[in-house]
């Protein structure tokens, strides 16, 4: 078991002023965010991402997350899940909190730790090493200031946002397709 305190001092000191310029909207956006470019790498579908409040949700994202699992597709699904409060960690939000934004996530990532033969400070490590990965982290970040900007992204655009920053798609074919997609109505 991991020792965690509660002031969130622990985890590569990231700074203070970090978390006060980017709010408790950039927590969800970076949350969400992560959900978002964990499900483009591993692979599952993914439909859309957004920062709209409902219910009691702050923020969504919808895919398949990967079903009928082997032990690849469970760690990915998994690393998926906990990904969302690794990013939190990472802008500096104390423990506690980016848990508290979690909580369905570690409930949803706990029905996998029996099948994975792990515990849940394995299912974080993976997950903090994912958004660590600095090509992860650019995504990230584009995409969830892209969801502070507009709210709501499509499965797509998300998917063509972490190829332009792995530098394989120009931005210039980002903005084409953000241009058609607000042509055909989509992409709001
Ligand atoms: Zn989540």
């Known amino acids: 078991m991991k020792k965690k305190t509660s002031k969130g001092g622990r ?8 978390i006060k ?3 408790w909207r950039g927590l969800v956006a970076h949350h969400e965010s992560a959900h978002a470019v964990a499900n483009c790498r591993f692979g599952f579908d993914l439909y859309g991402v ?3 409040q409902h219910e009691d949700a702050l923020g969504a994202t919808s895919g398949s997350g990967g079903l009928g ?9 998994v690393t998926s899940l906990l990904a ?9 939000a104390a423990e506690p909190r980016a848990r508290a934004g979690a909580q369905e996530d570690f409930e949803a990532a706990e029905e996998l730790y029996g099948f994975l033969q792990i515990d849940e400070a394995q299912a974080i490590d993976w997950a903090e090493a994912f958004v660590e990965e600095p090509k992860n982290w650019r995504a990230i970040e584009e995409i969830a200031e892209q969801l502070l900007a507009r709210k709501r992204l499509d499965g797509e655009e ?9 530098g394989v798609t120009s931005s210039e074919d980002l903005e084409r397709y953000r241009l058609m997609a607000a042509h055909v109505g989509r992409g709001e």
Not at 69 to 77: F, H, M, N, Q
Not at 84 to 92: E, F, K, M, S
């Open 158 to 166: 998300v998917e063509i946002m972490v190829e332009v920053a792995d």
């Open 50 to 52: 957004s920062v709209v």
């Open 21 to 23: 310029r980017i709010g």
């Open 69 to 77: 699992y082997d032990l690849e597709t469970a760690k990915g699904r």
């Open 11 to 18: 985890r590569r000191a990231p700074s203070r002023t970090r």
């Open 84 to 92: 969302g409060y690794a990013a939190n960690l990472r802008n500096g």
